[in-house]
């Protein structure tokens, strides 16, 4: 018995990995970093999305308008908040002169990106809206399409995203060409 412990020591010693060969190695799957989306790559971000929807890629081009779409809807929800803040103490007598004019200039800033946000979001919105809608999902597709026909103003051209998001609602309640 000691013989075998003792010839049991030495193998595993001299050749350690030997209990091991038998075993399947398992490779590793690359894990996809997760992208966040800011500010500064969110139009490179939309290129992206535009590239992949061209490309018939709907599931990544979805992904990304998803992201693109709450990016934008949360910094929108945000600038309103601030903008609010902002707007009191600008009317509040006990305010600075030199705070006003911090805040008369944030306050423009803002008025810089909200039509930015805006624009990102409807856009973004009609693109998750069309590919849901490619997908059969309708339900979803509403959601989105509704949301462009809320926020775009109207316009009758067949290229503008109020048209285009009324042609495909239509065509999802069987309307198409009713009105």
């Known amino acids: 018995m000691a013989f075998f412990l003792m010839l049991f020591l030495a193998v595993t010693i001299i050749f ?9 190695k398992i490779k590793k799957q690359p894990v996809q970093k997760e992208f966040v989306i800011t500010d500064s790559n969110i139009q490179a ?6 590239e992949h929807l061209k490309k018939g890629d709907d599931e990544n081009s979805l992904r990304i308008f998803i992201k693109i779409y709450d990016y934008a809807k949360e910094v929108l929800t945000t600038i309103g908040l601030v903008q609010k803040q902002y707007e009191m103490l600008l009317d509040n007598s006990a305010t600075g002169q030199n705070e006003k004019e911090d805040i008369f200039i944030k306050l423009n800033r803002i008025k810089q990106l909200t039509p930015k ?22 339900e979803k597709a509403r959601k989105f399409l509704s949301e462009v026909l ?28 009713e009105f």
Do not use: C, R, V
């Open 150 to 177: 809320e926020s775009t103003p109207f316009s009758i051209k067949q290229s503008s995203l109020w048209m285009k998001s009324k042609t495909l609602l239509l065509d999802l309640y069987g309307l198409e060409g």
């Open 16 to 24: 350690p990995n030997a209990s091991h060969g038998a075993e399947k």
């Open 45 to 50: 971000s939309l290129g992206k999305a535009e």
């Open 117 to 138: 946000y805006n624009s990102i979001k409807i856009t973004s919105a009609y693109n998750i809206g069309y590919i849901f809608t490619k997908k059969g999902d309708s």
